[in-house]
């Protein structure tokens, strides 16, 4: 059964925006399918001069799921992707997790499981290059959908905007007040001891330890992106969850005055008397809005930037398109690299110079761990040959 649509929960309420393969990209430039023509179009893209004579250029990164297989997570729309291999797999919907207890038991279960192999997950090459790439002025921000906080651990001085939030926090629907992940799963497991067995047993077989989508569904389980692990048959309406401890403390008021209700059994579940003290992960699920600060940060970056290098994202969410979009309407050069098709992507390169090397914009289907560490040593290899222009380009990374 789907996430989306348990018992109580009727027919999802939206559709998910293209699960269905995407046409394959037109690569650009020509050269740029071999690893060195992308290396070397990428690095036109990155030191060309700015419209605004401005040392060194400004470069905006927009990244997506498909930077963080490599790291052993799964993503969506990628060969081995949940929405390719996992065709009745639908994402909680914000709504339904708000209204239905049962809803919720099931996704902090799923959660549970998943959470282990999220936390111990790493930063891998890609995330270290962007890095690398911002010590040498050609990076100056990072928006990224991702919620696996690799990005502020690789690069924490990197200036950055987590558009869809973030899994290494909860948050309470009532009170907004976070409460960090690591409690919250020993809080689960608390509540849940038989979960938290059975967790330990699968750890212990080293199920949850491979990269291979098929040999985890022979073992009985699937893995989604976000922390998730369906295990079909699994008692889920079992499963207990705590409340707000803020709320639980000192229960808020509603908009007219009123005094909420939050109540616990006598482990410390939320019980489904309360009408407050819901904790939700501390990201932005499916139905549910970014905060218009967020948006706001996000489109200052895109605005501030004189290029946007789009990074591992078929661009099938509205909240990316449209930054895509907001810089093609800016007249911003983008290069776009990612492992298939791209929403919309004609539209990003329709005017440019077929002869170009790459400064005026570049497609690139290379997986972007072999990519961008390639391009740090081209810059390196760059900045060691002949001096810096202006205000460093090409910052000394060799001592």
């Given at each position: 059964?789907?996430?989306?649509?348990?018992?109580?929960?009727?027919?999802?309420?939206?559709?998910?925006?293209?699960t269905?393969?995407?046409?394959?990209?037109?690569?650009?430039?020509?050269?740029?399918?071999?690893?060195?023509?992308?290396?070397?179009?990428?690095?036109?893209?990155?030191?060309?001069?700015?419209?605004?004579?401005?040392?060194?250029?400004?470069t905006?990164?927009?990244?997506?799921?498909?930077?963080?297989?490599?790291?052993?997570?799964?993503?969506?729309?990628?060969s081995?992707?949940?929405?390719?291999?996992?065709?009745?797999?639908?994402?909680?919907?914000?709504?339904?997790?708000?209204?239905?207890?049962?809803?919720r038991?099931?996704?902090?279960?799923?959660?549970?499981?998943?959470?282990?192999?999220?936390?111990?997950?790493?930063?891998?090459?890609?995330?270290?290059?962007?890095?690398?790439?911002?010590?040498?002025?050609?990076?100056?921000?990072?928006?990224?959908?991702?919620?696996?906080?690799?990005?502020?651990r690789?690069?924490?001085?990197?200036?950055?905007?987590?558009?869809?939030?973030?899994?290494?926090?909860?948050?309470?629907?009532?009170?907004?007040?976070?409460?960090?992940?690591?409690?919250?799963?020993s809080?689960?497991?608390?509540?849940?001891?038989?979960?938290?067995?059975?967790?330990?047993?699968?750890l212990?077989?080293?199920?949850?330890?491979t990269?291979?989508?098929?040999?985890?569904?022979?073992?009985?389980m699937?893995?989604?992106?976000?922390?998730?692990?369906?295990?079909?048959?699994?008692?889920?309406?079992?499963?207990?969850?705590?409340?707000?401890?803020?709320?639980?403390?000192?229960?808020?008021?509603?908009?007219?005055?009123?005094?909420?209700?939050?109540?616990?059994?006598?482990?410390?579940a939320?019980?489904?008397?309360?009408?407050?003290?819901?904790?939700?992960?501390?990201?932005?699920?499916?139905?549910?809005?970014?905060?218009?600060?967020?948006k706001?940060?996000?489109e200052?970056?895109?605005?501030?930037a004189?290029?946007?290098?789009?990074?591992?994202?078929?661009?099938?969410?509205?909240?990316?398109?449209?930054?895509?979009?907001?810089?093609?309407?800016?007249?911003?050069?983008?290069?776009?690299?990612?492992?298939?098709?791209?929403?919309?992507?004609e539209?990003?390169?329709?005017?440019?110079?077929?002869?170009?090397?790459?400064s005026?914009?570049?497609?690139?289907?290379?997986?972007?761990?072999?990519?961008?560490?390639?391009?740090?040593?081209?810059?390196?290899?760059?900045?060691?040959?002949?001096?810096?222009?202006?205000?460093?380009?090409?910052?000394?990374?060799?001592?």
């Open positions: 059964m789907d996430p989306a649509a348990t018992p109580d929960m009727g027919k999802p309420y939206m559709r998910i925006p293209y269905d393969v995407l046409a394959a990209p037109t690569i650009i430039p020509k050269s740029a399918v071999a690893l060195s023509g992308a290396v070397a179009a990428l690095h036109e893209f990155l030191a060309a001069p700015s419209s605004s004579l401005k040392a060194p250029p400004a905006a990164v927009l990244t997506g799921a498909g930077i963080s297989v490599a790291s052993g997570l799964a993503d969506y729309r990628g081995k992707g949940t929405y390719r291999v996992n065709k009745t797999y639908r994402p909680i919907y914000y709504p339904e997790f708000l209204r239905s207890h049962e809803a038991k099931r996704y902090w279960a799923r959660s549970f499981l998943g959470w282990s192999t999220l936390h111990k997950a790493k930063p891998n090459a890609t995330h270290h290059a962007i890095r690398q790439l911002s010590n040498l002025g050609l990076i100056q921000s990072v928006i990224t959908q991702n919620v696996d906080s690799f990005h502020p690789a690069h924490p001085n990197l200036p950055m905007v987590e558009l869809h939030g973030y899994l290494r926090s909860t948050v309470c629907t009532s009170c907004h007040e976070e409460l960090p992940r690591d409690e919250f799963q809080e689960l497991a608390r509540l849940n001891p038989a979960w938290a067995a059975f967790l330990q047993e699968i212990a077989s080293g199920a949850l330890d990269e291979n989508p098929d040999e985890r569904r022979a073992r009985g699937r893995t989604n992106p976000d922390g998730d692990v369906d295990l079909p048959g699994a008692p889920y309406t079992t499963f207990r969850y705590p409340a707000c401890p803020t709320c639980l403390t000192n229960p808020p008021s509603t908009a007219d005055g009123a005094r909420v209700t939050v109540e616990v059994d006598a482990d410390g939320w019980s489904p008397n309360s009408t407050a003290g819901i904790l939700k992960p501390a990201v932005v699920m499916f139905g549910e809005s970014i905060r218009h600060s967020v706001a940060a996000a200052k970056m895109v605005n501030d004189d290029r946007l290098l789009i990074l591992g994202t078929s661009l099938a969410t509205y909240s990316a398109w449209r930054l895509a979009k907001q810089a093609k309407d800016l007249k911003k050069p983008i290069a776009i690299v990612n492992i298939g098709g791209v929403r919309g992507e539209a990003f390169f329709v005017d440019l110079d077929p002869d170009q090397p790459g005026q914009g570049a497609r690139v289907e290379i997986p972007t761990d072999e990519l961008l560490p390639a391009l740090v040593d081209l810059f390196k290899q760059s900045s060691a040959e002949q001096p810096a222009h202006g205000a460093s380009v090409f910052k000394d990374m060799l001592s």
